[in-house]
């Protein structure tokens, strides 16, 4: 839906952000309006290691940029959807600080990170990308183990990720399949 507050002569409705670190690093500002509450999480503040990257974040706190941690609850609720979803091992902790913090405040969502968006629809939270679009559908995860000489298959690890067939390495393998859809070998290409 388009927003006509431009043709009616309102400024923009202020609204509530989370940011994920890759956005501040990017080196533009968030808002939309000076009115925008814009919030990160001490984890993203220890995700920051270089001086012209820790000047651009301190630029944004001197206006207005809040440092706000998640309570939790919402870090319960969120690493409760992100093990249902298999991203539990794909987001960092600060990755599931922001999300539950957006949670909490009832804000949107601002990254580009595919791992955070898919968990951010399946909590019905807001969430826009930055500087690339958002994800179409929610997606889960699957994965198995297969071994790199002779392609047999397995459904758990196997000790020393070693083959019991032929002795190569065995290395997980992910895939990410619409949700909804039933677990199962993954499709080929195509069909």
Excluded: F
């Amino acid at each position: 839906m388009a927003d006509n507050s431009e043709d009616s002569g309102e400024p923009p409705k202020a609204r509530r952000v989370v940011c994920d670190t890759s956005v501040l690093l990017a080196g533009g500002d968030p808002r939309s309006s000076t009115d925008d509450e814009v919030y990160i999480t001490p984890g993203v503040l220890a995700e920051i290691h270089h001086d012209d990257d820790r000047e651009r974040i301190e630029t944004l706190r001197s206006t207005g940029l809040r440092v706000r941690e998640a309570t939790v609850d919402p870090l319960r609720a969120v690493e409760d959807a992100a093990q249902s979803t298999g991203e539990d091992k794909r987001l960092s902790q600060a990755d599931k600080e922001l999300l539950a913090l957006a949670l909490e405040l009832q804000a949107e969502l601002l990254t580009d990170d595919r791992s955070m968006q898919n968990l951010a629809a399946v909590l019905k939270i807001p969430y826009k990308g930055y500087a690339q679009s958002e994800i179409k559908g929610l997606w889960h995860w699957q994965s198995n183990w297969r071994c790199i000489g002779c392609g047999r298959t397995y459904d758990a690890e196997v000790p020393k990720n070693e083959c019991r067939v032929c002795g190569h390495e065995v290395r997980k393998k992910h895939w990410r399949v619409p949700k909804g859809e039933a677990p199962g070998k993954r499709k080929p290409r195509g069909i």
